[in-house]
């Protein structure tokens, strides 16, 4: 098979394409619905999600008069394409290794922005001055969290590069691999601090509370979103949940990976359990817990306490 044929397989099937993003609308879904429960709420149904998307499919797409047609109608599809390729570069650990295996970590920090930046491209050429609004929020909190989000994976790199007798590693490959040897890196000393400004990141980067405050609804009324809705609108939910799943599925690589089976689907089972593991403890109960912050509290929470965080692990694998 060809590397060209075996990439497109594993970006439209496994574990891109239709798994990702079958897992994620069920993330999505059983968020929503474990969440009811703890407000004392019954919820939406399993299936909402998909319903969502069916029932979007067969609206009719409006484009606001003065509009950038061109860019509002890209936005959505560079964002769920570019998702769709990221998913593609997790490894599931015992199933499958990963697209390629050189840089894979330099690789996703680049492509999960992708999301965010399509939310600001399409938010501003809706000529809405709720979609303005919403841009500047979204941009200001992308640049707050990405700050930890590097600093975390770097550290991950150098212990691994450091520990092998290499310099920094960023393949997610053989970073699973040391861990498998040596243990997860989720129970290592100097990297429960950066677990914990991961486990900040994630509702950040998911835009959920309390960092919604992009699209806060009794604010600015969905802001970069209130002129989408038919298909692309679609576009968009899914490739917010398949970065549900690549953020999730990023965070058992780094911390988690360890395998209880020789059997390909016992272990695929035990990755999809620890990502609801990660979902339920980092988005769950904090979006039940908490109330929206303001952009300026947001900004100062990720520049401060999980940048320390970061910063405090990237100290001690220096150190080590």
Known sequence: MSETLYAILHMTLFPGGLFALTLGLFFKALDRRVEARLQRRVGPPLTQ????????????????????????????????????????????????????????LLVLFYLLPIPAIAIMLGGSASSSP?????????????LAYEVPLLMILLAVAMLVGSQSGGTAEFSLLKIID????????????????????????LPGTMGVVPFDIPEAETEIIEGPLLEYGGPLLALYQMGGALKTFVVLGLGVT????????DHWAINLLWFIAKCLGLMLVSLTLVKSATGRFRIDQAFRFYVTVPTALALCSLVLVWAL
């Open 178 to 201: 040391w861990q498998l040897k040596e243990g997860s890196l989720g129970f290592h000393p100097a990297m429960i601090p950066a677990l914990a400004a991961y486990l900040m990141f």
């Open 49 to 104: 999600p998909w319903l969502d998307i069916a029932k979007l499919c067969t609206k009719e797409t409006l484009i606001p008069r003065t509009a950038c047609k061109s860019v509002f109608l890209a936005a959505p599809v560079v964002g769920f394409a570019g998702m769709a390729v990221c998913a593609a570069f997790i490894p599931v650990p015992g199933v499958f290794g990963g697209l390629y295996n050189m840089g894979d």
């Open 254 to 261: 780094l911390f988690f990976p360890g395998l209880i089976s």
């Open 130 to 142: 709720f979609g303005a609004v919403g841009f500047s929020r979204e941009m200001l909190l992308m």
